[in-house]
């Protein structure tokens, strides 16, 4: 065990990096890049891309000091079927599974599913492909970080209201520590980016920590 401390908000935490994930949350081209879904429904994606470059920085420090890195993906199969009616028609005008610049929107296996270029996954490096909004929902993520004696998830991805809160609040239910790196997590929203930080750390910490990529790459590199 390596016990070290992440400067954080409400309060420090201290952490054992020999059971500590870095967890990358939808860093994914259709909600990155220009011409992804996020900007067919009528979103600037430039606070989004200036996640990738804090986030890059984590994620090679992580590999560097050996620590265990899971990536997300939401989408769906190509029929479908695991897409609710609800969620299907997401967006008033532009649907999911429908052509888009990117192949069809939110299609596992198009382009536009991918994660960006510069946070590709590398061997080693499991890839939850999840049909919800939480990383837990109807995936093995639970059960691949008990294999790993997984206890804290320092968290990056995008969007923070959307996503990240959802698998942050699940993680916590399920007794996992989560810290948030407030420059590594994104919205379309600014206003939704401040609340929602500001929800994580509320009331002593009550589903989660706010830090940042500096603070992350200290307990990192040391």
Not at 78 to 90: S, V
Not at 107 to 120: C, F, Q, S, T
Not at 127 to 138: T, W
Not at 178 to 200: A, N
Request: aromatic share 6%; with cysteine; glycine share 10%.
């Amino acid at each position: 065990m390596v016990y070290t401390r992440i400067t954080a908000e409400p309060f420090d935490l201290e952490l054992d990096t020999d059971s500590t994930a870095l967890l990358i949350i939808d860093m994914q081209r259709d909600f990155v890049e220009p011409a992804g879904f996020g900007e067919m429904l009528g979103n600037d994606t430039s606070p989004l891309q200036e996640t990738i470059e804090p986030t890059r920085r984590v994620l090679e420090a992580a590999r560097k000091a050996g620590m265990f890195v899971i990536h997300t993906r939401e989408g769906h199969r190509p029929d479908l079927a695991d897409c609710p009616p609800a969620k299907l028609t997401r967006g008033g005008t532009t649907f999911i599974g429908e052509d888009g610049p990117m192949g069809r929107v939110l299609v596992r296996g198009e382009k536009g599913h991918d994660i960006v270029p510069e946070l590709a996954p590398i061997e080693g490096e499991p890839i939850i492909d999840k049909p919800g909004k939480g990383s837990f929902y109807a995936t093995d993520l639970d059960l691949i970080l008990q294999n790993k004696g997984i206890k804290t998830l320092i968290v990056c991805g995008v969007t923070l209201e959307v996503c990240v809160h959802t698998t942050v609040r699940e993680a916590n239910d399920r007794g996992y520590e989560c810290v948030v790196l407030s420059d590594c997590t994104g919205s379309y929203f600014p206003e939704f980016q401040e609340v929602g930080l500001k929800m994580i750390k509320a009331q002593g910490a009550i589903f989660g920590w706010v830090s940042d990529s500096a603070a992350a790459l200290r307990v990192l590199n040391s």
